[in-house]
């Protein structure tokens, strides 16, 4: 029986493993309370939305319990308040433990997909912006300007940055 503060809920083997997989592959080490802590407050922050995907789970076998944080079911009590009629138009679920089950899969799926949406650098990648840096401050050698390398790659990335949006906003039209 957990304690104050604590609640408990169902999660079937599939959404379980598929769970512990996400674990293992963003958070290695952690339990899989943590995982579900530390992607609400993700989702909280606004760092991804959890969106519907096309689903079909396997909702077969005994329900495994899990124990978590008392905010955590109040979200996700919150969430099936907010949600659940679409999520029993879409994936005709009419309890709140497979509500559940499919919010959870949305959540790692949509945080799958803003991961793959981001760009995974090393150092030996901007190889090509210290040579950029050497090109500057040797035509630039003549006056005065001690940028640093740091606030030299922030505006150099920064202007990409911005000839990307430029380059988006004109392929959009």
């Known amino acids: 029986m957990p304690g104050q503060g604590y609640s408990t809920f169902g ?4 959404v379980t493993t598929r769970l512990q997989e996400a674990t293992d592959k963003s958070y290695p080490g952690m339990f899989l309370p943590s995982t579900l802590i530390i ?6 922050r606004g760092y991804y939305s959890v969106e519907p995907h096309k689903l079909k789970l396997d909702l077969s076998g005994r329900y495994n319990t899990i124990t978590i944080r008392s905010d955590v079911k109040a979200w996700l009590v919150e969430n099936h308040k907010k949600f659940g009629d679409e999520y029993e138009k879409r994936y005709n679920v009419k309890c709140f433990t497979k509500f559940v089950s499919y919010f959870i899969v949305n ?22 912006l210290q040579e950029e840096y050497k ?19 922030d505006d150099y990335i920064n202007e990409l940055l911005v000839k990307i949006k430029a380059a988006k906003e004109i392929l959009t039209i």
Do not use: G, Y
Not at 135 to 153: D, G, H, I, M, V
């Open 39 to 44: 992607i609400m407050n993700e989702v909280k």
């Open 135 to 153: 090109k500057q401050k040797k035509s630039l050698k003549n006056s005065n300007n001690n940028t640093s390398f740091e606030r030299f790659a």
């Open 107 to 128: 959540m790692l799926e949509s945080k799958s997909d803003a991961q793959n949406h981001s760009i995974s650098l090393k150092e030996s990648d901007f190889n090509w």
């Open 11 to 14: 999660m079937k083997p599939s």
